[in-house]
C-alpha cells in the first residue's frame, strides 16, 4: 500500500474500519453529492462513488471523486468495465490521480440491460481480474496494458469486491484468492444478512489464509421498508435475504427503526468475526441514516490522520 489515503492509513493502523456509499444524482447537481458526503464526515473513513450503479446514467464517479477531494475528504472510485475500453479506462485513472483521487475500487458492472439504456452495448474490453491486473502494473511497474512505460509513477490503492453467496458457494473463496493474486489492496463483501453462510465463507477465507494477505470490509444495507427487503430478497441477484430477517421487518411496528437495528445488531457481529477489517454501509438513497448506524454501532470516534 502506497496511496497514502485516508483509507489506507486507517487500514494500516488496525483500527476497524468504516467507508460509506455515496451514489451520484441523476443529474448535474453537484450539491447533492456534498451534501451527503458532508454529513457523513465524521462518522465514515472513506467514500464509495458508484460508477453508473445498476447501469443507469448518472453523474461521473471521477467528477464527484474530486468535490469530495476539495472538500478534504477520501473518495473510493469506482471503475466498471462495462462502459470502457482499457484505453479509456487508463485514461480515467490518470485523470482521477491527477484530480487527487487515491482510491479505485474494480468491477465488471451490471449488464447495460437492467439501467435505463438497455440497448447500449457492454464494452468489456477486459474484465474485473484483467483491471485489477492493468492498475497494479501501472502502480508498481509504471507501464500501460500495451507495454509502454508511463512518464511518471501513480499512487493508488487498488480495491475489488466480492459476493460470498453467489454459486458456486465453494469457490467463491478461491475467486478471492486470485483477485488478492492479482493485485487488490483492500476487498468490500456484497451485502450481509445472511449471517450463517457469511460465516462459512469467512471459515474458508480463513484457511486459505487470504485474511492476513487482504483487509476485507464486509457489506451493510440498512432496510427502509418490508418492500425494500423483499425486493432485496427477490430481485437483486446474488443477495441472501433470509425468511426470518423478513419476518422481523413484517411483524415491526417501525420498520426503519427495525431495519436500523438489524443493520447495528449486524455489524455488531461482524465486529467479532476473525478476518474481517471493517465494514461498508450501503445506504441506497439512504444516506442521512449513517451517522446514526456507525454511533449506535460504537464506532466512533473515527480515527484521525
Request: net charge negative; charged share 25%; glycine share 8%.
Amino acid at each position: 500500500m502506497i496511496a497514502g489515503s485516508n483509507l489506507e492509513k486507517v487500514l494500516k493502523s488496525g483500527a476497524f474500519v468504516v467507508t460509506g456509499e455515496l451514489g451520484p444524482p441523476k443529474s448535474a447537481e453537484g450539491e447533492k453529492v456534498e451534501h451527503h458526503a458532508e454529513m457523513m464526515r465524521e462518522y465514515v473513513d472513506a467514500y464509495n462513488l458508484t460508477d453508473n450503479q445498476t447501469a443507469i446514467v448518472r453523474t461521473s464517479s471521477i467528477a464527484c471523486g474530486a468535490m469530495l477531494v476539495h472538500m478534504g475528504l477520501d473518495p473510493i472510485i469506482q471503475i466498471t468495465c462495462r462502459d470502457r475500453n482499457r484505453i479509456a479506462i487508463q485514461s480515467d485513472v490518470l485523470g482521477a490521480v491527477a484530480l487527487g483521487i487515491k482510491n479505485i475500487l474494480c468491477l465488471q458492472g451490471d449488464h447495460a440491460k437492467f439501467g435505463n439504456e438497455p440497448q447500449a452495448k457492454n464494452v468489456n474490453d477486459i474484465d474485473s481480474m484483467q483491471l485489477i491486473r492493468m492498475l497494479k502494473n501501472m502502480r508498481d511497474e509504471q507501464v500501460f496494458a500495451g507495454g509502454e512505460k508511463l512518464e511518471a509513477p501513480i499512487n493508488i490503492l487498488i480495491g475489488a469486491v466480492e459476493n460470498p453467496f453467489a454459486d458456486p458457494f465453494e469457490y467463491r473463496a478461491y475467486r478471492l484468492a486470485k483477485k488478492v493474486e492479482a493485485g487488490i489492496d483492500f476487498l468490500q463483501t456484497q451485502a450481509i444478512f445472511d449471517m450463517e453462510r457469511f460465516e462459512r465463507w469467512m471459515e474458508k477465507v480463513r484457511e486459505l489464509g487470504i485474511h492476513k494477505k487482504v483487509p476485507i470490509l464486509a457489506g451493510v444495507i440498512p432496510m427502509k421498508s418490508l418492500g425494500a427487503a423483499r425486493y432485496m430478497k427477490n430481485n437483486v441477484s446474488g443477495m441472501i435475504v433470509p425468511d426470518e430477517v423478513l419476518e422481523r421487518m413484517k411483524g415491526a411496528a417501525n420498520k426503519k427503526e427495525e431495519g436500523i437495528q438489524i443493520c447495528v445488531e449486524t455489524i455488531e457481529h461482524l465486529k467479532n468475526v476473525e478476518g474481517v477489517a471493517g465494514v461498508h454501509i450501503m445506504a441506497v438513497a439512504w444516506e442521512e441514516i449513517v451517522p446514526e448506524i456507525v454511533t449506535r454501532a460504537g464506532l466512533l470516534p473515527r480515527p484521525k490522520f
